[in-house]
């Protein structure tokens, strides 16, 4: 799914961001990776144009297209918009922000979920959508992967090139910068962790205290001095410590330099079934079995390895009006006995359920039907994430707006939360056919990091939930938005009206964007905003925006903050 901006902007909403020793690039050698490699290796160098980036102001016929993001709730109308095709041109679209003291966000994507990029107060943008090379990179033996390149780039370079990959998001067309930066989820996460669990380095543009511009380049190596850079770019999010310009990927304990070595090779192929299940047949117990069913199974099975390291299913519960509620499973189809243990799956989640299983023959949310996976196939990797990447309809939508919300679960559901899911879900006071609250396999892998070794806290979870609604008539704003909130906090009655950490929920992902949680008529917990993203690692966070940044250049509703 989508990410927090690089901030990261263009193309979807999502479902969902060196050298060793923190070497510092300097003002013209960021165009070329090979000027900042000490051994002279070879790294291609950044194509595009030298000197400073294109500007599109609003005398442009392009300009109306490049001021709003997929969510075009969120429309902007910056003096100017910057698109930069290397560091070079970032580091001089930022001096002149400093320069001239204006107000500056980034744009990758264009998928975040709030106003994080397209806000009005916005004076200038700067765009790394044409920052989108993935090459390897013989000097740091990891793969680098410009800021504004998608994920079916990154898919399909490191795939046919080397035959790897990065546990990364679903959505063909999410931008890297701020979905890396905010955790970087996706199908493969019970198998092999997050995406910035393989995260090697990041190089930022950053601002001092003194307002000088540089590009820093931060790994993880223990005895790197901006260690802690690279750490707050591992589920720290964008928009809140500079402009992300590559990232370097390279999974711990890699060795050598052979390209297909260094990061996790995906299955050869993976089977994938869909099937639906008609409303108009589910009675409340049998719903209530089904959401029991799924939650337990991932509680049961959210330790890292074993047959199943290599499931991730969506159990997609949608409004009444959208007709049926829809499974979809995706499995390592190289496990031995994949079949079986993907039909014994689909009957251990479906148990106690006595409607008829279907194919899935309708548009559920963001994707579209697949009946042609009722029965499970079995397809290539690429195949399949393209397939999966590229099944949303909604894409190329322009009058595309929504709201979004999310929660980690810790443990198998309340009643109480089953209840209110139902009561909402089969409501006559909306009728609209993309209401939804999406259950998403999580832990295993991921579970096998611990909470503060990266900034990304939620290391205990065993799925995760995500509440949608879509509409294009923006007079529907209001009602909409103040539905889906309403039953939001309905279901978290109890904890403030937000999935506090406790023995069941553990807070929000950041990629899910939700300025609600900034809101204390919203949010009646004594949790804030940043404890349901963050947890316990927003101290941290803090001292490393004060350390490089500030001045607090880069912000937005929900950026970290300074320190007091």
């Known amino acids: 799914m989508p990410g927090i901006p690089n901030p990261v902007g263009r193309r979807r909403f999502l479902t969902g961001a060196a050298a060793t020793g923190g070497l510092l690039v300097a003002a013209g050698t960021g165009s070329n990776p090979a000027a900042a490699d000490p051994s002279g290796s070879g790294s291609p160098a950044t194509p595009g144009a030298p000197g400073p980036a294109t500007v599109v102001t609003p005398a442009d016929q392009q300009y109306p297209d490049l001021i709003t993001g997929n969510n075009t709730r969120w429309t902007s109308r910056p003096a100017s918009v910057h698109l930069v095709n290397n560091t070079d041109q970032v580091i001089g679209v930022v001096r002149e922000a400093v320069r001239t003291g204006v107000r500056l966000t980034v744009r990758g994507g264009g998928h975040c979920y709030e106003d994080f990029v397209h806000d009005p107060t916005v004076t200038m943008i700067l765009d790394t959508a044409r920052m989108n090379r993935v090459y390897f990179d013989p000097a740091r033996r990891a793969v680098a992967v410009e800021a504004g390149a998608t994920l079916l780039d990154v898919y399909e370079r490191m795939y046919e090139e080397w035959g790897v990959?990065?546990?990364?998001?679903?959505?063909?067309?999410?931008?890297?910068?701020?979905?890396?930066?905010?955790?970087?989820?996706?199908?493969?996460?019970?198998?092999?962790?997050?995406?910035?669990?393989?995260?090697?380095?990041?190089?930022?543009?950053?601002?001092?205290?003194?307002?000088?511009?540089?590009?820093?380049?931060?790994?993880?190596?223990?005895?790197?001095?901006?260690?802690?850079?690279?750490?707050?770019?591992?589920?720290?999010?964008?928009?809140?410590?500079?402009?992300?310009?590559?990232?370097?990927?390279?999974?711990?304990?890699?060795t050598g330099s052979n390209p297909g070595q260094v990061l996790p090779r995906p299955p050869q192929h993976v089977l994938i079934k869909a099937v639906s299940l008609p409303w108009d047949s589910i009675s409340a117990d049998e719903?209530?079995?089904?959401?029991?069913?799924?939650?337990?199974?991932?509680?049961?099975?959210?330790?890292?390895?074993?047959?199943?390291?290599?499931?991730?299913?969506?159990?997609?519960?949608?409004?009444?009006?959208?007709?049926?509620?829809?499974?979809?499973?995706?499995?390592?189809?190289?496990?031995?006995?994949?079949?079986?243990?993907?039909?014994?799956?689909?009957?251990?989640?479906?148990?106690?359920?006595?409607?008829?299983?279907?194919?899935?023959?309708?548009?559920?949310?963001?994707?579209?039907?697949?009946?042609?996976?009722?029965?499970?196939?079995?397809?290539?990797w690429l195949q399949a994430m393209r397939f999966m990447g590229l099944t949303n309809g909604l894409l190329n939508d322009p009058t595309l707006r929504g709201e979004f919300k999310s929660a980690y679960m810790r443990a198998g559901f309340r009643q109480s939360h089953v209840d209110r899911i139902y009561r909402n879900l089969t409501s006559d006071t909306i009728d609209n056919p993309t209401v939804q609250v999406t259950l998403s396999s999580f832990g295993g892998q991921v579970n096998a990091v611990a909470p503060g070794d990266t900034a990304f806290p939620h290391r205990d979870s065993a799925f995760k939930m995500y509440w949608q609604i879509?509409?294009?008539?923006?007079?529907?704003?209001?009602?909409?938005?103040?539905?889906?909130?309403?039953?939001y906090g309905e279901i978290y009655a109890e904890t403030g009206g937000v999935p506090v950490p406790d023995d069941v929920?553990?807070?929000c992902y950041l990629n899910y964007a939700d300025a609600d949680l900034s809101d204390p008529e919203v949010n009646r917990s004594d949790v804030p905003w940043h404890g349901l993203y963050y947890k316990e690692n927003y101290p941290r966070l803090q001292r490393v925006k004060a350390a490089w940044d500030p001045r607090d250049m880069f912000h937005h509703r929900q950026s970290v903050r300074l320190p007091d």
């Open 165 to 254: 990959t990065i546990p990364a998001g679903i959505c063909h067309a999410v931008g890297v910068g701020g979905h890396i930066a905010g955790g970087g989820w996706g199908l493969l996460c019970r198998k092999h962790g997050l995406s910035i669990d393989h995260l090697y380095a990041v190089e930022v543009v950053v601002v001092d205290a003194e307002g000088a511009v540089r590009a820093v380049v931060a790994t993880r190596e223990p005895d790197d001095p901006h260690r802690d850079l690279w750490w707050a770019h591992t589920g720290g999010g964008g928009g809140n410590f500079g402009v992300i310009t590559r990232y370097w990927f390279r999974s711990p304990g890699a």
């Open 287 to 380: 719903f209530s079995a089904l959401a029991h069913n799924y939650a337990n199974w991932h509680v049961a099975h959210r330790d890292p390895g074993g047959p199943y390291g290599g499931l991730c299913s969506y159990l997609e519960l949608n409004h009444r009006s959208q007709g049926s509620i829809g499974l979809t499973t995706q499995l390592d189809a190289t496990v031995p006995d994949a079949e079986r243990l993907l039909e014994d799956y689909v009957a251990a989640v479906t148990a106690g359920v006595r409607t008829e299983q279907r194919p899935l023959s309708s548009t559920m949310g963001e994707r579209n039907p697949m009946p042609q996976f009722f029965a499970a196939r079995r397809i290539p």
């Open 470 to 487: 879509l509409w294009s008539d923006p007079a529907e704003d209001e009602r909409n938005v103040s539905w889906l909130r309403s039953f």
């Open 505 to 507: 929920t553990d807070g």
